[in-house]
């Protein structure tokens, strides 16, 4: 597959709206099968062993990160991303809703999805990891993506994770640790999920306060 990019000075010279527009155009042209070929080949992580911030001993940093980027008010983008909620009833542009897997020490995208704006972040992670995560990677999440099936699920590629919890999320203590930590088991229903078993899943667990500003905020757990 080949790829065509202008010259920097024909770029300069087109500069505008109008050239802005035009270049909308090709790539709707191309189409998104395309688009995502390109990022499937140039999307990876970029930190060479022993760089600040993106390592803890073997593991490369990671992150799950989410947002919202508006897209044309087009009827296509319209029907497919939906409108968030707003004051006056509905906002101006639709928006996508976009999850990335970030390296943490360099703040490369290493794999995304995008989805409607209605779609859940939790749902759009399960698509994500499984193919993006590596036995080489240490996982942080915030408390709103766990779940049983998507932390097994993860938890399956290898990679080690470190996920807040909700406070009120209660997990039986299954054993206390020396160094304060403790092991919890989530035990997932029966009948929950068809062909679940009800093999249990394992935590450690480490409560602690979060800092904001250099004043102590509410403790979380993790």
């Known amino acids: ?7 920097e000075r024909q770029m300069q010279s087109r500069a505008g709206e109008g050239f802005v527009a035009v270049a909308s155009q090709a790539r709707t042209r191309l189409g998104a099968d395309v688009m ?30 989410g947002s919202c980027l508006d897209v044309a008010d087009e009827r296509a983008n319209a029907e497919h991303f939906g409108y968030p909620a707003s004051s ?19 703040h490369a995208i290493v794999a995304a999805e995008v989805a409607a704006y209605a779609q859940g972040e939790r749902t759009m992670a399960a698509a994500l990891l499984p ?4 036995a080489d990677m240490l996982l942080l999440a915030e408390r709103g993506f766990y779940g049983f099936k998507l932390w ?34 989530h035990l997932r229903q029966h009948g929950q999920v068809p062909g679940n078993t009800g093999k249990p899943c394992a935590h450690r667990i480490y409560s602690h306060p979060l800092m904001q500003f250099g004043v102590a905020a509410k403790s979380n757990k993790k």
């Open 152 to 185: 097994q699920q993860a938890a399956s590629t290898g990679a080690a994770l470190l996920w807040r919890l909700s406070s009120t999320l209660k997990l039986p203590v299954h054993k206390a640790l020396d160094d304060g930590s403790y092991l919890k088991r």
């Open 88 to 106: 006056t009833g509905q906002a101006a542009f639709p928006q996508a809703r976009v999850l990335g897997l970030l390296e943490c020490g360099t």
């Open 131 to 134: 193919g993006n995560l590596r």
């Open 1 to 7: 597959m080949n790829f065509i990019m202008a010259d």
């Open 36 to 65: 995502r070929q390109l990022a499937r080949r140039v999307l990876r992580p970029l930190a060479e062993p022993g760089a600040a911030g993106a390592w803890y001993r073997r593991w490369r940093v990671m992150a799950l990160d």
